[in-house]
């Protein structure tokens, strides 16, 4: 059973169609990375994912159950689902600890020594250990980022939806998140990363999917998709990314 | 790499101390400038053509003394006017404008419920109001409800404040971007977790100084209560000026009113001073 199945997925805002019929399927353990130009629905379709956006038609399936049912409870669907924002998306009135325990204690209920001990765990993994206490903002926005992985983490879920987590950054700081991902890859974590590190989805993804214009237009292992892309807006895009410096 | 965010924190504060000055210098400057103007000022007005007269009627220091006890004992009923109505106005103001962001059809009536009661409410002069639930609803003759004029001098006041307060609430709640809310549901929170944890706590944070201007607001039309003939410090000094013929008790009801928000005014300053610094200490514009 895949994790996570999509199904002739449609969404447009108004008149502007952004996903046109997205079939995707990542299985267990699988990094599934999105590229494809600003505009082309990466963004979009991990939003669907998440039900931050209602899709217009089409289903979504994730661990055999599908989501996109009428009366879904969402809220369940969520715990399961962990979603890191471009821009962070901390809660700034909050120290760092309560920003990763909120919703364990909120959402499942667990005592507030239980859910500090399991936040206190995951901050030091991440190289976090001393900034429990901090309020987001004393942080830099390497740091802020990683701090947004491990809240999702801290829910515990089975599947990750990464949105261009490192755009917001200095190049300088871009490295540190992006080994973050690498960690929880190397663990075994399912993801799909939407990003502009071309370098970083070759080097991590099983699979690589160029959307354009609301279609996945081709997909297929990194080596594959970076070297020898067979579609012409594939190839333009690539020479346009290898042109900008950026692989 | 780990005290990035404190070495942009220090940069910040030491920018912010260099525009605003704070040497030696610049302390005796605005000491000396103070001293000319309030001097200037207090020349002017004593050498007023009427000044003796105004001196004699409103600046009685006798007559303040001897009418300032019966009015700081009057004013005790504008205290507890104005303690009253804060805490249902801060409540019910926030159940308002929570109702008001509910999204969907399904809350329009209550949507436009609300709406219609700020529109109006806002809308109508504060002593009209006070006047007619003052005067008019004690002579419905309700039963279990009190008919004593203060009480619904309470009601007319949290009828009004609430209708300006929500709008407070409303635009601290807009003020919060979706995103805020977005992440807090993305991690499974339901739309009420969302608004209390998340969404609230940073509106209401970001309105305290508007707030604070309508509860000095709400302080001053506490005295409007009077007109029902409720004793408070307006009332009892204008007793006393209509039995003297001298204004000072004006002052003295006046100094209680001061007496009370200035300090409320410096106390909300501080805590919203306190509040940014342990926030936004490494935030660079």
């Not at chain 1, 289903?59 to 009366?71: K, L, N, Q, S």
């Not at chain 1, 919703?103 to 001393?130: I, K, M, Q, T, Y």
């Not at chain 2, 001196?55 to 005790?76: C, G, M, N, V, Y």
Request: aromatic content about 8%; proline content about 5%; some cysteine.
């Amino acid at each position: 059973m895949s994790a996570l199945e999509l199904e002739s997925v449609r969404k447009s805002f108004g008149r502007l169609e952004v996903l046109r019929g997205i079939d995707l399927g990542v299985a267990e353990h699988e990094v599934v990375c999105l590229i494809g130009a600003s505009g082309s629905g990466k963004s979009t379709l991990l939003r669907c994912v998440n039900l931050i956006e209602p899709v217009d038609s089409g289903r979504i399936v994730v661990e055999g159950a599908e989501i996109t049912r009428r009366g879904v409870d969402v809220n369940t669907i969520r715990r399961r689902i962990g979603i890191v924002f471009q821009a962070f998306n901390l809660f700034p009135h909050m120290s760092v600890l309560h920003n990763v325990t909120l919703a364990p204690r909120a959402v499942l209920g667990r005592s507030r020594r239980e859910a500090e001990a399991g936040a206190r765990e995951l901050l030091a993994r991440f190289g976090l250990a001393d900034k429990g206490d901090d309020y987001p903002d004393r942080l830099s926005g390497g740091q802020q980022q990683r701090v947004a992985i491990v809240r999702a983490l801290a829910m515990e879920p089975q599947l990750m939806l990464l949105d261009e987590v490192t755009s917001a950054l200095d190049p300088e700081l871009v490295a540190e998140v992006l080994e973050v991902i690498r960690e929880l890859a190397a663990g075994g974590m399912t993801m799909l990363i939407a990003t502009h590190e071309m370098g970083f989805a070759r080097e991590i993804a099983d699979r690589v999917c160029f959307l354009d214009e609301g279609v996945i237009l081709e997909q297929g292992p990194p080596a594959q998709i970076f070297t020898r892309p067979r579609e012409p807006r594939t190839q333009q895009f690539l020479a346009r990314i290898v042109a900008a410096g950026r692989m | 790499m780990a005290s990035e965010g404190d070495r942009r924190a220090d940069l910040e504060v030491a920018r912010r101390s260099r525009i605003l000055g704070g040497d030696a210098r610049a302390v005796g400057v605005s000491l000396a400038s103070t001293i000319f103007f309030f001097a200037l000022l207090a020349f002017a007005i004593t050498h007023a053509p009427g000044w003796p007269e105004v001196r004699q009627t409103f600046f009685d220091w006798h007559e303040f003394k001897s009418s300032f006890p019966e009015i700081a004992r009057a004013f005790l009923l504008n205290v507890k006017i104005f303690s009253i109505a804060e805490c249902f106005i801060v409540t019910l103001a926030l159940l308002i404008a929570v109702l008001r962001s509910l999204p969907g059809p399904v809350f329009f009536p209550l949507r436009a419920l609300a709406i219609a009661y700020a529109d109006f409410f806002r809308g109508v002069p504060t002593i009209l109001v006070i006047a007619i639930l003052g005067f008019g609803a004690p002579a419905l003759q309700l039963k279990h409800v009190p008919t004593s004029t203060t009480f619904w001098g309470i009601v007319a006041l949290v009828l009004i404040y609430t209708a300006y307060v929500s709008e407070v609430y409303r635009a601290g709640i807009e003020s919060v971007h979706p995103s805020q809310e977005a992440a807090a549901r993305s991690l499974g929170l339901s739309r009420g977790q969302a608004l209390r944890y998340v969404v609230l706590p940073q509106a209401v944070r970001r309105v305290v100084p508007p707030l604070l201007n309508d509860f000095i607001g709400l302080q001053k039309d506490t005295a409007l209560v009077g007109i029902l003939g409720a004793i408070e410090a307006f009332n009892q000094s204008q007793i006393d000026t209509d039995a003297t013929f001298n204004y000072t008790p004006y002052l003295a009801a006046a100094a209680l009113f001061v007496a009370i928000t200035i300090p409320l005014a410096r106390f909300t300053d501080a805590l919203i001073l306190r509040d940014r610094r342990r926030r936004q200490a490494g935030r660079v514009a």
